[in-house]
């Protein structure tokens, strides 16, 4: 009764724990609301910041470090911002978007194959946006040096009115004392452009100049990272991957700026789904930074060594820039026959990244042959644990011996009851007579955690799932499970909270293996008995936030090791056979738990 007792009370307090302490800070700390006032102020501070900041372009962006007023980044509307000025279009396959020829910056981007939402009107996902909105996030290339050069405001020239592929596009800006500077653009099929940077020094006297690019971007509308799954700031530095550094992290680094050591290869922001990186010129010395130059903005920076350029001789630095979504074929594609070294590191595959892969171009290959990523999931699994078989089979023979000696075993919990000691040596004293291992019910188990952690992470990770629709009201197996009998299905107007909003699938996955468990020998430990009865439905909330391409691999996973259990028993009617009289003891008990408790509430 006390072991009950204490499961009971861990299992509350757990609740407690889970569902009531963002209430409890939501109380005791509200979040301060800004009045009308106050955002205008800060919204104008953060203008005339930003403008500050603009005023001697590259140098003064790579120096600023101020903080502003905690407010939202601006109330400027980007389609105010977008109509402005002399812009050159953008347009490939995938992405669509222009090139601002004040700055010569790469700050608006569309890709035009992935949308906000599931809705048919949806918008395409934006990328980048251009300075001073909320969407801010941008490329540039220019350079550094103390003679006179393009800056923020620079209005450069275009040789033609449109990017695409095969159709590059030259930006030429001169200054007074004979340096041309250009920078000419060309982008591939995909999300892939290259900005080739030359200073001709044409004047006569010798100038030193220091090219950079960078990327910058707004973290308000960033996605958040997990311990499992990491985005902000990352990088490639001396061949090895960096996600070491988040938003908070390069925040709080002296100077608010981070310099990870080594030669870099690539840099630039992470979302889940989405990369904007920056690629180095491999035939240049180069160092690569995050900087924090106001709040809730952040920077990804390619800083070249100082070169002198003689009259009549040139400079050239080509940088590339990936800009789209995190596709694991074009990453692999760019990695391996572009030599880009590990732009497939950009996806966060974790150390498991070997075992990962291939699970996920499995499923890739069995969604693009059935057409249906949903049903692609059912056949992973049936592919899964038709492998699995064999061990399952074992796995259950295991079962078999275990109930075949239940009996057996609760002659000697009865008997040595009292001496915990002894019962034990007893127990396994059985186990050797009976050439029975408790454990080897385990392996499977073992198993299936790497598999079941596999494809949590494809799940989570790939592109390729986001949006894609399963059957009747799964139409985003990305995300959770929309239905729930919370709220009747849909039929009553509000939406229940985040910890109450179990679907459908979630309850499924629940009385799967609830069904799974009884069919399991029960465990000899009463303690243990209590855990296994409240795991499942403990496990039902705990799934309900995941994917629903996770709880479908889950319960469609419950529902054949149920059936390889049922199949089993009828191969063993020794099994069924136990199974009733275990069925029938239990039923005794719990009759004679009644007669006494009528017994005692009679004597009361």
């Known amino acids: 009764m006390e072991n009950q007792r204490n499961i009971i009370l861990a299992v509350v307090l757990t609740a407690l724990v889970l569902f009531g302490s963002q209430y409890i800070i939501d109380t005791l700390y509200p ?7 106050q955002i205008a102020a800060a919204a104008k501070d953060k203008a005339a910041d930003a403008n500050a900041s603009a005023a001697d372009g590259g140098q003064d962006v790579l120096a600023a470090t101020g903080d502003v007023a905690d407010a939202p980044a601006s109330n400027v509307n980007i ?7 002399q812009r050159v ?3 490939n396959p995938l992405v669509e978007g222009t090139i601002n020829l004040v ?4 700050d608006d981007l569309v890709l035009t194959d992935h949308r906000e939402t599931v809705a ?6 934006r990328l980048f946006g251009p300075e001073g909105t909320l969407e801010q996030h941008y490329a540039q290339f220019g350079w550094l040096g103390q003679i006179e050069r393009p800056k923020s405001d620079t209005l450069w020239s275009a040789d033609s009115d449109t990017l695409a592929p095969g159709k590059p596009v030259k930006l030429s800006w001169s200054n007074s004392t004979g340096q041309l500077f250009t920078i000419t653009f060309s982008i591939d099929e995909n999300y892939l452009i290259t900005a080739e940077q030359k200073l001709s020094n044409n004047g006569e006297a010798p100038v030193q100049i220091e090219p950079l690019a960078f990327i910058s971007r707004n973290s308000t509308t960033a996605d958040e990272g997990t311990w499992i799954l990491r985005t902000g700031p990352l990088g490639v530095f001396d061949d090895a991957a960096n996600f070491d550094w988040g938003y908070d992290d390069v925040a709080e680094a002296p100077g608010k700026k981070a310099d990870p050591e080594g030669q870099v290869s690539w840099l630039g922001f992470s979302d889940i789904y989405w990369l904007s990186t920056l690629i180095a010129d491999d035939k240049a010395k180069v160092s690569g930074s995050f900087v924090n130059p106001r709040k809730d903005i952040y920077r990804t920076d390619l800083n070249y060594d100082a070169q002198i350029i003689a009259p009549g001789k040139a400079l050239t630095i080509t940088n590339k820039l990936y800009a789209g979504a995190k596709n694991t074929e074009l990453l692999d594609y760019y990695t391996d026959e572009q030599g880009i070294t590990l732009l497939d590191r950009a996806i966060d595959w974790g150390w498991f990244y070997w075992f990962e892969k291939p699970i996920f171009y499995l499923l890739k290959w069995l969604f693009d042959n059935i057409g249906n990523f949903g049903v692609a999931i059912i056949v992973l699994v049936l592919i899964i644990r038709g492998l699995m078989f064999p061990i399952a089979q074992k796995q259950f023979a295991s079962m078999a011996a275990m109930r075949a000696i239940q009996p057996k075993m609760k002659k000697i919990q009865d008997r040595y009851k009292d001496d915990k000691q002894k019962m034990q040596q007893e127990v396994m004293a059985l186990y050797k007579k009976e050439k029975v291992n408790p454990l080897a019910g385990c392996l499977p188990i073992f198993l299936q955690i790497p598999i079941f952690f596999a494809l949590y992470k494809v799940l989570l990770l790939s592109i390729e799932m986001r949006h894609q629709p399963f059957a009747l009201w799964i139409t985003d197996l990305s995300a959770p499970d929309p239905l729930t009998p919370v709220n009747l299905f849909g039929l009553l107007p509000f939406e229940p909270v985040s910890f109450l909003a179990i679907g459908v699938l979630p309850i499924i996955v629940g009385v799967t293996m609830w069904l799974q468990f009884k069919l399991n020998p029960a465990p000899a430990d009463p303690v243990q008995q209590q855990v296994f009865s409240i795991m499942p439905w403990m496990l039902m909330f705990v799934m309900a936030p995941f994917a629903a391409g996770l709880q479908l ?6 529902l054949l090791t149920i059936a390889q259990q049922k199949l089993l028993y009828s191969r063993h009617p020794q099994l069924k056979e136990q199974m009733r009289k275990d069925a029938e003891e239990k039923a005794k008990e719990k009759e004679r738990a009644k007669a006494e408790k009528q017994a005692k509430v009679g004597k009361e």
């Open 103 to 106: 700055g010569a910056r790469l």
């Open 31 to 37: 979040q301060p609301v800004l009045t009308e006032e």
């Open 553 to 558: 691999y889950w319960a469609t996973s419950n």
């Open 79 to 85: 389609d105010s911002v977008l109509n402005q000025g």
């Open 120 to 125: 048919k009107d949806s918008p395409a996902v």
């Open 89 to 91: 279009k953008i347009k």
